[in-house]
């Protein structure tokens, strides 16, 4: 039996609790800032409507570790935000009461993307999500000790997935590179043009792969011909 099956049935016997958002976390909207105001360097970044930063300002208005949903653009989009950042109009922050871990609220919320997604105004140019709406979404709320745990494991997936895509990242401009090294030498025939002397010679010195230079030597001994495309 897992450990969060044995939590469950020690610490919540007849079932997990489920509350409206609205009646555990508060709803923050952010403040304005203009484009005049943004930074393209600052200390914090500045949380918007978008999936990425706005800019920077070098001041802030929220703490690190907190929860925002975008209110516009990519109107109910959850995110985490490990640094201290300067929460826009435009983006709500969640903040948890005593009943929840933070990071614990960021995870069932991520799960419901989807769903905040369907909630949100979609016909609206840009798109939006209430305040009201994001309230009243209904959440699961296990006893603290079993959020501690389901933290640590979802966490310890979160970091394995990052290093994985970090390592696939690195094994990708890797390959990258090598196709555009392989495909530079593979279609480079400029040294050993036909209409050159010393095709022949500049041939026999080429580090093609054994095959293909085989075949250059075998049919075509005096270099390669170059035509007009027309």
């Known amino acids: 039996m897992h450990k969060i099956e044995r939590l469950l049935q020690t610490l919540a016997p007849k079932g997990v609790e489920f509350r409206k958002l609205g009646e555990v976390c508060e709803i923050i909207r952010g403040k304005r800032v203009t484009k005049k105001e943004i930074l393209d360097k600052g200390k914090y970044p500045v949380v918007s409507g978008g999936i990425g930063f706005m800019g920077y300002l070098n001041e802030y208005n929220r703490e690190e570790n907190t929860i925002t949903i975008a209110q516009y653009g990519t109107a109910g989009f959850v995110n985490w935000q490990n640094q201290k950042f300067w929460a ?3 983006c709500f922050s969640v903040i948890p009461k005593e009943t929840l871990i933070n990071r614990y ?3 069932v919320l991520t799960n419901m993307q989807n769903y905040l997604y369907s909630i949100s105004n979609r016909s609206a140019i840009p798109y939006s999500i209430s305040s009201n709406n994001i309230m009243q979404i209904t959440i699961p709320i296990p006893p603290l ?4 745990e389901i933290v640590k494991i979802l966490d310890a997936f979160t970091e394995l997935n990052t290093e994985l ?5 690195t094994e990708l401009k890797a390959r990258k590179k090598q196709y555009e090294y392989y495909q530079n030498m ?7 043009d036909s209409n050159h002397k010393d095709a022949k010679e ?3 010195q080429k580090t093609y792969p054994k095959r293909l230079k085989t075949l250059l030597q075998t049919l075509a001994p005096k270099g390669v011909e170059f035509r007009k495309l027309g």
């Open 165 to 169: 895509n970090t390592e696939l990242n």
């Open 186 to 192: 593979l279609l480079d025939f400029d040294d050993i």
């Open 145 to 148: 000790e079993i959020q501690q």
């Open 105 to 107: 609220l960021y995870y």
């Open 202 to 204: 500049k041939l026999a």
């Open 88 to 90: 826009n109009d435009v």
